[in-house]
């Protein structure tokens, strides 16, 4: 029997609960690896710790509190750059936003390691200037110097690193808008996966006599909840025939004003914001829904072409979800998809109330829509098209 390949996810997302989200998404692009018959493993951090998780082990490595972001990706970097060292690797995937030092220094220590091993660098969001430039424009609101210039250190690290990235990044992974090549590196655009067995089939448990909405918010602002508030209350002027119920799950910078938003409203009876569930807490408000909320918000940092996280997962758990971007594969002739406007307006709910109940028509449609996932969107395609890109098929 040949010996198996190793990939290394190399991620510095937290085991904080509020990350819960983006871990789910490295644990399945990693399991998808996995299938596609990879030795695979991923990092993470606890906070002073490395963790390397693979199969059913996880490895604990140690570094000194540091005080300083810089300081803590520097000793995290090092980490990996020992792992690798001991395990050369033939492919290893790093996950990023902006490009920086660290990412450089692991991706050198994985060619020092094996100098045939293939480096991928993922981009979170493609365009990303416009979330710095939002970043920016909340420092200078604030008045936040501090926050400003660590910004401005980020982006001018980020355009250092750009300079020399190609000697050690083989191919690059971008999620929205296309592109060819980035920072004179080879680019392939894909879609956002899930590990679709991984997340339980939704039973509908969703009260016949109300509408239950459910969003799930992230670190970023494009959700856009206050489109679905503002929509609520004039479906509530007109005396809509149904009553509609909104559940948020999660914590950002925007909940606070959302909470205000929706008393300002007159909806405090019915919106309810639980803060963050774990893996089965979600998967049990699926069943009680009948419909997901994805991004409503791109707008807001230049975006239209997306393939969000969240939208997987609804796929995957059966439950119909609606948005306002541009999806490749998710498209208005779905049964179990409804596109809005990318924009400020309020979003229609006599329109979502009117998609609900087609839905509600139709037993089989989360069978369906799960299957559209695992035909679409499941990891181990998705991994297998990155690998083909990257040469390591």
């Avoid at 020092?112 to 939002?134: D, I, Q």
């Avoid at 606070?256 to 929706?262: E, F, M, N, S, W």
């Avoid at 087609?358 to 089989?364: A, F, I, K, Q, W």
């Amino acid at each position: 029997m040949s010996k198996k390949k190793k990939f290394l996810y190399a991620s510095t997302v937290s085991t904080a609960m509020q990350y819960s989200g983006i871990l789910r998404k490295v644990a399945g692009q990693t399991a998808g690896m996995t299938r596609l018959g990879w030795d695979a493993a991923y990092t993470c951090v606890e906070e002073n710790c490395l963790l390397k998780r693979g199969g059913r082990s996880e490895q604990r490595y140690p570094f000194p509190a540091c005080a300083r972001w810089s300081d803590q990706q520097e000793q995290i970097a090092k980490k990996i750059g020992t792992i690798l060292r001991d395990e050369p690797c033939d492919l290893i995937y790093i996950k990023g936003f902006l490009t920086n030092p660290y990412h450089a220094m692991i991706a050198k220590a994985a060619k020092a390691a094996n100098p045939a091993c293939k480096v991928v660098f993922e981009v979170a969001t493609f365009p990303y200037w416009g979330e710095y430039k939002r970043f920016f424009r909340i420092d200078l609101k604030e008045r936040n110097p501090r926050s400003f210039l660590g910004h401005g250190r980020e982006v001018a690290q980020h355009v250092f690193t750009t300079m020399t990235f190609s000697r050690y990044v083989d191919a690059v992974v971008t999620f929205g808008e296309q592109t060819d090549r980035l920072w004179r590196i080879p680019a392939i655009n894909v879609d956002n996966g899930v590990d679709v067995e991984a997340i339980p089939l939704r039973e509908d448990r969703a009260p016949r006599d109300s509408i239950h909405l459910l969003g799930v918010v992230g670190t970023s602002v494009v959700h856009g909840y206050e489109r679905v508030l503002d929509g609520m209350a004039a479906y509530k002027k007109q005396d809509g025939a149904m009553p509609v119920f909104f559940r948020v799950v999660g914590n950002n910078e925007t909940i606070g004003a959302l909470r205000d938003l929706a008393a300002s409203l007159g909806l405090s009876d019915c919106v309810e914001f639980l803060g963050y569930k774990n893996a089965a807490e979600l998967a049990e408000l699926y069943c009680e829904s009948d419909v997901g909320i994805s991004p409503l918000a791109e707008y807001k940092v230049g975006l239209n072409r997306l393939s969000p996280l969240k939208s997987r997962e609804y796929l995957a758990a059966g439950l119909p979800l609606f948005f306002a971007y541009e999806d490749q594969y998710l498209t208005e002739d779905l049964p179990f998809v409804r596109i809005f406007p990318n924009d400020p307006s309020p979003i229609d709910i006599g329109k979502v109330v009117s998609f609900v109940l087609s839905c509600r028509t139709d037993p089989s449609l989360p069978q369906r829509e799960r299957q559209f996932a695992k035909e679409h969107f499941d990891w181990e395609i998705i991994m297998k098209q990155i690998l083909d890109f990257a040469g390591q098929a």
